[in-house]
């Protein structure tokens, strides 16, 4: 069993702290600090009323922790893989990202692909029609989620959906 651990996972600084932050505690910092991983216990209600507790686990970006990295997709029950929609690099490793957890886990777990950063529309580099593609045909056709962690646009559905997701598995 592996509870019901929500694992964020996403290059560096494409938003993932802003997310669960904004998801858990209702704001937004336009300051950076770089993550090495913070775990926190959440009670989420879902649409039929009934209350779950999750764990939900904020990752480090940067490819330092290559170990940590491997122990917390062995452990999630969930991934939300973040991308930042004006960072094309940050969209490449979602495909890394998505190979590692099929290498470890296999495909048939819940996966949700975020597009972070929403509202930053005139720096954007990559195309909702192009994340919508790759969530299809190379990540098993895995739902596809424009965020943003600053005007709280998405991010509660986020999570819910995928504790939704993950139940629908069980
Ligand atoms: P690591 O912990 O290093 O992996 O980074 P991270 O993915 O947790 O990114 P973090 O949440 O720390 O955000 C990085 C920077 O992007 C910060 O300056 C945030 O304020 C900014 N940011 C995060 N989400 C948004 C967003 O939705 N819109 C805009 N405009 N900026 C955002
Ligand atoms: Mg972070």
């Known amino acids: 069993m592996r509870g019901n651990k929500l694992v964020v996972l996403g290059a560096g600084g494409v938003g993932k702290t802003s997310l ?4 858990l505690e209702g704001f937004f910092s336009s300051s950076y600090k770089p993550t ?5 216990r959440h009670t989420i209600q879902m649409p039929d009323g009934i209350f779950h507790t999750v764990e939900i686990l904020d990752t480090a970006g940067s490819h330092h922790f290559p170990a940590m990295r491997e122990l917390s997709i062995r452990s999630g029950r969930g991934f939300v893989i973040v991308f930042s929609v004006d960072d ?3 969209f490449h490793e979602v495909t890394e990202l998505w190979n590692l957890i099929t290498k470890l886990r296999g495909s048939q777990v819940p996966v949700i692909l975020v597009g972070n950063k929403s509202d930053l529309n005139k720096e954007r580099k990559v195309s909702e029609a192009e994340a919508q593609e790759i969530a299809k045909d190379v990540m098993n056709n895995c739902r596809y989620i424009e965020t ?3 005007y709280n646009v998405n991010v509660s559905q986020l999570f819910v959906q995928l504790l939704l997701q993950a139940k629908a598995m069980e």
């Open 20 to 23: 669960v932050v904004q998801y």
């Open 36 to 40: 090495v991983e913070d775990c926190y």
């Open 88 to 90: 094309k690099q940050s």
């Open 148 to 150: 943003s962690a600053k």
